[in-house]
């Protein structure tokens, strides 16, 4: 299928070097439509890649996925605005402020998430929340760890759009267990995950390692 | 060992319950001597359980437990005073703001934590925060779920005193898999994660869960 990413960096390549690997046609957007870094992705993964701005990627892709910095997150599904109309944004951004130090702290998340501000900004686009619980290798490639035995969440206001994401996730990158918590605002609960999830990074010494749900 | 637990809620209860069966000598702090609750929890756990004001319990503990709600721990915690002098006080409290409606909020645990404020509060005392991700009954009995196999995470200032809880948690409660993730900033991370822990509750019907790092 035709898939638009938003985002030039590590995820976005991540994301657009397997959807290509599987035989998927992207179109990475950036704010200019000859990004360096995104003429460079292409330039490696081929004749199933090309690349525009972030409205040319969202008006090629029959899904979209945003893979932008939590700070450029908005501005670049705001830019993509009405091409996101009716389609499925999968959501991967998170709300990490870096200008305190490190670990990064969050600028959203507690009483507000950016997946409820991505929806409320395009009231017309289907926004479902899902892999900003895990580094990018394991988003692509979940049974790299544990045979792939590990959870992802999602979440969303559009049933049937989760449920399409749930399948793609499944059949295109192989993931086997996937919990849904519910409508957009269950974001506050994911992207809060974060200050834990970068302070496991730092105990493991790697950020290919996900949680599974034992009960 | 005489062990204080400051709270008299479910989980006080709970930990109470669990120490006295293994024949450990519990008193339960509250604001008031002879809180009603506290009282009830007395008559129930029978011989080795007593009864007094947060500052009789911490007196009284050579190990601490603080299982108050998040908006009065630091008041119990000062109101214990000199008496956690050099002591070990397992932190388990959490920054949930209910003020809002619910699911709670946090008041707490992105640029702060309760864990740094009570350690802060209290520079003599030797805070471990721990316990703080799971229900009350998975607290004292980890092998109620998947064989005991997921992961408690640990942190705070004191090597020493984290080895101490570590091998307790361990010996008295059971628990396996034990992640230090090093000093009591750390606590921004295992209370930002509440936001998700509810939320996981809410979809999986049950408070009886737990994480698995899986790597």
């Known amino acids: 299928m035709k898939i638009g990413i938003l985002g030039t960096g590590m995820v976005g390549s991540a994301l657009g ?12 957007g950036s704010r200019t439509a000859n990004n360096e870094k995104a003429v460079a992705w292409v330039k490696g993964a081929g004749a199933k890649a090309s690349q525009g701005t972030f409205a040319d990627a969202a008006g090629f892709g029959e899904l979209i996925l945003n893979a932008t910095s939590g700070h450029g997150s908005l501005e670049a599904l705001k830019a993509a605005g009405a091409n996101l109309k009716g389609k499925i944004v999968i959501d991967i951004s998170n709300p990490l402020d870096f200008s305190k130090g490190m670990p990064p702290t969050l600028f959203a998340g507690n009483t507000d998430s950016l997946g409820e501000l991505a929806q409320a900004a395009l009231p017309e686009a289907k926004i479902v929340k899902t892999l900003n619980t895990v580094t990018a290798s394991i988003m692509v490639e979940p049974g790299k760890i544990g045979g792939g035995d590990h959870t992802l969440f999602v979440c969303g206001n559009d049933a049937a759009a989760k449920a399409t994401v749930g399948e793609f996730l499944k059949t295109q990158f192989g993931w086997k267990n996937i919990l849904d918590l519910g409508d957009i605002t269950q974001s506050r609960g994911t992207e809060s995950f974060l200050p834990l999830w970068l302070r496991m990074w730092g105990a493991l010494k790697t950020p290919e390692f996900n949680i599974k749900i034992v009960r």
């Open 17 to 28: 070097n397997k959807l290509v690997s599987l035989g998927h046609e992207v179109k990475m």
